[in-house]
């Protein structure tokens, strides 16, 4: 089989998190259930209406643009983009044509284009027999499109940029981003090559609801485009619109795809002409920035020398975040303690959490007096768990539930002695294992003791004692 080159550029839509629709005072509520509520002379287009800019929307895509590192155009302006659909009560949607709001910038390795702002369409509804539903509630929500550069070379890739773009978003508290409930939606396109300098034909697939779907429609693409090129059908290859079909996991030809032609964009004459570096003072509104995921990365791994796997999960539970670093407060200076603290957290307290509604996090003191009991050796680590599994139900001081239940660590080798004879003799087969130089054997008895002393021995003197013993 020969090799082909893959390049994927990605647009993706956003709604933008505003109190009013982008051109009128109709309410952006993603919430509402009922159809047709946040509705107003404008967004249903009634003769005689004029649209009004939403500068909190401008505000947003800025900000979105200077958390990129991108180019915020001085001049700007809003264009008609025609198309008849019901959806769209004008007959045009109000986008951006020439001057985009966003000019260039970078995310996760990969060069955006351009960033605009639009507005969204109703929604229709097809499923009711011979006739169909719209619901005007989301038609004029502001919406922003980013679009990429063609630099993107595999599925997992452009997986990975749409989660970091996601994340970025909800930092930026502009977008609540949710790929299931279609508040951020992933245009694929995607071509193969059998030569790295020329691109080949690109097919657009729309209607991908998750991240783990961009992956697999830009998998199955591929397959599909490689299959052609081997069987000499490549010309079979067009450009088009595909949809993504999640039931049988593959692609399917929609349309042929329209030109920027066939929208007869225009600059919009209701809408007045915005100079951005007036309206707005963007050195204040980078100032007004929060920590960016990327930011947060290089502080946690710089100030805590946590793993990044960690990191990971804090870049995306903000909660978790916050309370790390509350624990971590507590503690002082320690990176060994600051390690204890994340781990008991994303591995142990997760997993608690996932098998009981119940488990809640336990205060910061109570959470830091249990770390420090372990990285000072006061109790084994089985003890450090046991002892999260019973604040996270009820949050009490670990010192107190150490010394209830006897759970600190002895250096006294005599109750060790003990229970290691007792386990010498009942376990020949084991000891046998051992003098045949078996590694195993060892860590058998040791955690044997570990539990019947409830985690109060310290393993290291168990090993001490068993050597002993057994040799
Ligand atoms: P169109 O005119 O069809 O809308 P654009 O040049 O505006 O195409 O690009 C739309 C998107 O397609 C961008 O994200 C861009 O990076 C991507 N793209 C362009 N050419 C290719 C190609 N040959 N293969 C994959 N993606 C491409
Ligand atoms: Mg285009």
């Given at each position: 089989?020969?090799?082909?080159?893959?390049?994927?550029?990605?647009?993706i839509?956003?709604e933008?998190?505003?109190?009013?629709?982008?051109?009128?005072?109709?309410l952006?509520n993603?919430?509402?259930e009922?159809p047709n509520?946040?509705i107003?002379?404008v967004?249903?287009?009634?003769?005689?209406?004029?649209?009004?800019?939403?500068?909190?929307?401008?505000?947003?895509?800025?900000?979105?643009?200077?958390?990129?590192?991108?180019?915020?155009?001085?001049?700007?302006?809003?264009?008609?983009?025609?198309?008849?659909?019901?959806?769209?009560?004008?007959?045009?949607?109000?986008?951006?044509?020439?001057?985009?709001?966003v000019?260039?910038?970078?995310?996760?390795?990969?060069?955006?284009?351009?960033?605009?702002?639009?507005?969204?369409?109703?929604?229709?509804?097809?499923?009711?027999?011979?006739?169909?539903?719209?619901?005007?509630?989301?038609?004029g929500?502001?919406?922003?499109?980013?679009?990429?550069?063609?630099?993107?070379?595999?599925?997992?890739?452009?997986?990975?940029?749409?989660?970091?773009?996601?994340?970025?978003?909800q930092?930026?508290?502009?977008?609540?981003?949710n790929?299931?409930?279609?508040?951020?939606?992933?245009?694929?396109?995607?071509?193969i090559?059998?030569?790295?300098?020329?691109?080949?034909?690109?097919?657009?697939?729309?209607?991908?609801?998750?991240?783990?779907?961009?992956?697999?429609a830009?998998?199955?693409?591929i397959?599909?485009?490689?299959?052609?090129?081997?069987?000499?059908?490549?010309?079979?290859?067009?450009q088009?619109?595909?949809?993504?079909d999640?039931?049988?996991?593959?692609?399917?030809?929609?349309?042929s795809?329209?030109?920027?032609?066939?929208?007869?964009?225009?600059?919009?004459?209701?809408?007045?002409?915005?100079y951005?570096h007036?309206?707005?003072?963007?050195?204040?509104?980078?100032?007004s920035?929060?920590?960016?995921?990327?930011?947060?990365?290089?502080?946690?791994?710089?100030?805590?020398?946590?793993?990044?796997e960690?990191?990971?999960?804090?870049?995306n539970?903000?909660?978790?975040?916050?309370?790390?670093?509350?624990?971590?407060?507590?503690?002082?200076?320690?990176?060994?303690?600051?390690?204890t603290?994340?781990?008991?957290?994303?591995?142990?307290?997760?997993?608690?959490?996932?098998?009981?509604e119940?488990?809640?996090?336990?205060?910061?003191?109570n959470?830091?007096?249990?770390?420090?009991?372990?990285?000072?050796?006061?109790?084994?680590?089985?003890?450090?768990?046991?002892?999260?599994?019973?604040?996270?139900?009820?949050?009490?001081?670990?010192?107190?539930?150490?010394?209830?239940?006897?759970?600190?660590?002895?250096?006294?080798?005599g109750?060790?002695?003990?229970?290691?004879?007792?386990?010498?003799?009942?376990?020949?087969?084991?000891?046998?294992?051992?003098k045949?130089?078996?590694?195993?054997?060892?860590?058998?008895?040791?955690?044997?003791?570990?539990?019947?002393?409830?985690?109060?021995?310290?393993?290291?003197?168990?090993?001490?004692?068993?050597?002993?013993?057994?040799?």
């Amino acid at each position: 089989m020969n090799t082909y080159y893959t390049t994927i550029g990605l647009e993706i839509h956003a709604e933008l998190k505003t109190k009013t629709k982008m051109f009128s005072s109709a309410l952006n509520n993603p919430d509402e259930e009922n159809p047709n509520v946040n509705i107003d002379p404008v967004s249903l287009a009634h003769p005689g209406t004029l649209p009004t800019i939403n500068k909190q929307a401008v505000e947003h895509v800025i900000k979105v643009g200077l958390a990129l590192n991108g180019d915020i155009a001085n001049f700007t302006e809003f264009d008609r983009k025609n198309y008849f659909y019901p959806d769209i009560p004008k007959g045009y949607q109000i986008s951006q044509y020439k001057y985009p709001i966003v000019s260039g910038g970078h995310l996760a390795g990969v060069d955006i284009t351009r960033v605009h702002l639009e507005e969204d369409t109703g929604t229709s509804k097809h499923d009711r027999g011979d006739f169909s539903l719209v619901d005007y509630n989301r038609a004029g929500v502001p919406l922003m499109e980013l679009v990429t550069e063609p630099c993107i070379h595999t599925p997992e890739d452009a997986g990975k940029f749409g989660r970091e773009l996601q994340t970025l978003l909800q930092y930026l508290e502009v977008s609540d981003a949710n790929m299931e409930k279609g508040e951020m939606r992933v245009e694929l396109n995607i071509s193969i090559s059998p030569s790295k300098e020329k691109f080949g034909t690109k097919v657009e697939v729309k209607n991908i609801n998750s991240f783990r779907a961009v992956e697999r429609a830009a998998k199955y693409e591929i397959a599909r485009m490689t299959d052609l090129y081997e069987a000499g059908r490549e010309n079979e290859i067009v450009q088009e619109t595909r949809g993504w079909d999640e039931t049988k996991q593959s692609t399917f030809s929609q349309r042929s795809k329209e030109n920027s032609e066939d929208y007869r964009y225009f600059p919009d004459p209701d809408l007045p002409k915005m100079y951005l570096h007036e309206m707005f003072d963007l050195n204040k509104i980078k100032e007004s920035l929060p920590e960016l995921p990327e930011q947060k990365r290089v502080r946690f791994a710089n100030d805590f020398g946590i793993k990044a796997e960690d990191i990971e999960v804090y870049i995306n539970d903000k909660i978790l975040a916050d309370y790390f670093e509350g624990v971590v407060s507590k503690i002082g200076e320690n990176k060994e303690s600051y390690k204890t603290v994340s781990n008991l957290i994303t591995s142990d307290f997760i997993g608690l959490k996932k098998g009981n509604e119940d488990v809640k996090l336990p205060s910061l003191e109570n959470f830091a007096e249990l770390a420090s009991l372990f990285t000072e050796g006061k109790i084994s680590s089985r003890a450090a768990k046991d002892i999260l599994g019973m604040i996270v139900l009820n949050d009490e001081s670990p010192v107190s539930i150490a010394e209830k239940n006897r759970m600190f660590q002895s250096n006294d080798t005599g109750p060790i002695e003990e229970i290691a004879k007792k386990l010498i003799e009942e376990n020949g087969s084991v000891v046998e294992d051992y003098k045949n130089g078996k590694e195993n054997a060892l860590m058998f008895f040791v955690g044997r003791i570990m539990k019947e002393s409830k985690g109060s021995a310290n393993p290291s003197i168990v090993k001490e004692v068993l050597i002993k013993l057994l040799s």
